[in-house]
Nanobody, 122 residues
């Protein structure tokens, strides 16, 4: 089992930045990729970014390219999502997740955090 805990969400003005963290614990030896997803009110959960657990290999949704950066610190077993140039469309609950195989869809992830709210005011 893998436990994931997100932090770093909050209220930010449009154009601002936030950095989300995802602390992992438990048996992470079999994990292959760590992903970030978000779910806005009334919408389906969508992929934002992912990074291989080893730290090499990153993947981004078109909406995140050029604004968001995903990274990992394996010494701390923590993943990060740096979000810049935020706008109101980025308002959502953000989740980190872990998968044992390569995948970018929510159904391919085995473990999920509880989510952290990001609200961007215009």
């Amino acid at each position: 089992q893998v436990q994931l805990v997100e932090s770093g969400g909050g209220l930010v003005q449009a154009g601002g930045s936030l950095r989300l963290s995802c602390d992992a614990s438990g048996d992470t030896n079999g994990t292959y990729v760590q992903g970030w997803f978000r779910q806005a009110a009334g919408k389906e959960r969508e992929f934002v970014a992912a990074i291989r657990w080893s730290g090499d290999g990153t993947y981004y949704a078109d909406s995140a390219k050029g604004r968001f950066t995903v990274s990992r610190d394996n010494a701390k077993n923590t993943g990060y999502l740096q979000m810049n140039s935020l706008n109101s469309e980025d308002t959502a609950v953000y989740y980190c997740a872990a998968a044992t195989i390569y995948g970018l869809g929510p159904g391919e992830y085995d473990y999920w955090g509880q989510g952290t709210q990001v609200t961007v005011s215009s």
